[in-house]
T-cell receptor, first 112, second 111 residues
Framework: LAKTTQPISMDSYEGQEVNITCSHN???????ITWYQQFPSQGPRFIIQ???TKVTNEVASLFIPADRKSSTLSLPRVSLSDTAVYYC?????????????FGAGTRLAVHP | DGGITQSPKYLFRKEGQNVTLSCEQN?????MYWYRQDPGQGLRLIYY???????QKGDIAEGYSVSREKKESFPLTVTSAQKNPTAFYLC??????????FGPGTRLTVT
């Protein structure tokens, strides 16, 4: 049974790079890994998605090693506004209903 | 928030009453989801639907019911059988690349 594990919290300072790792065992080759950001009392927002190697967009990068047992969200040069909870989601694809496995979330605090 | 509307934002009910939370979308997505979030906790899946007139139980479906009569709408009913209904409820849709789009949420308080 697939399960995701993330650090409960992390601290950083403005301008630093932050890497948050999500461990996920038993995922198949084409299963997707997605990261979301959530501010208090709001719905999560999509950050980035991939299923292998490296993906980069205007706000983050996602690194997935060959064994696919983990993925790392990289936030370059964080600012105070990046203080939020970050969730990884593994989508296990099937022919019918996909299985969604959310991590418990990582609370990132960015300090001045 | 995008094209997903959840209303109302805050909802108060007395214990023992059923309450229905609204979720409407104009994104033309087939798949829709309901999650529950307790303070300081992650998201837990209640129900989900990948097509009209079909839905599946999630991890914590007991005490909840849903319907999917229209593509645009996926209402969630919190019944009196739900022991701890006070929570933040999030509705989401999913596009064909498995990206989820979340609504603004409804905070339900039952006293």
């Amino acid at each position: 049974l697939a399960k995701t594990t993330q650090p409960i919290s992390m601290d950083s300072y403005e301008g630093q790079e932050v890497n948050i790792t999500c461990s996920h065992n038993n995922i198949a080759t084409n299963d997707y890994i997605t990261w979301y950001q959530q501010f208090p009392s709001q719905g999560p927002r999509f950050i980035i998605q991939g299923y292998k190697t490296k993906v980069t967009n205007e706000v983050a990068s996602l690194f997935i090693p060959a064994d696919r047992k983990s993925s790392t969200l990289s936030l370059p040069r964080v600012s105070l506004s990046d203080t939020a909870v970050y969730y990884c989601l593994v989508t296990l694809l099937s022919g019918g209903y996909n299985k969604l496995i959310f991590g418990a979330g990582t609370r990132l605090a960015v300090h001045p | 928030d995008g094209g997903i509307t959840q209303s109302p934002k805050y909802l108060f009910r007395k214990e023992g009453q059923n309450v229905t939370l609204s979720c409407e979308q104009n994104l033309n997505h087939d798949a829709m989801y309901w999650y529950r979030q307790d303070p300081g906790q992650g998201l837990r899946l209640i129900y989900y639907s990948q097509i009209v007139n079909d839905f599946q139980k999630g991890d914590i479906a007991e005490g909840y019911s849903v319907s999917r009569e229209k593509k645009e709408s996926f209402p969630l009913t919190v019944t009196s059988a739900q022991k701890n209904p006070t929570a933040f409820y999030l509705c989401a849709t999913e596009d064909r690349s498995y990206e989820q789009y979340f609504g603004p949420g409804t905070r339900l308080t039952v006293t």
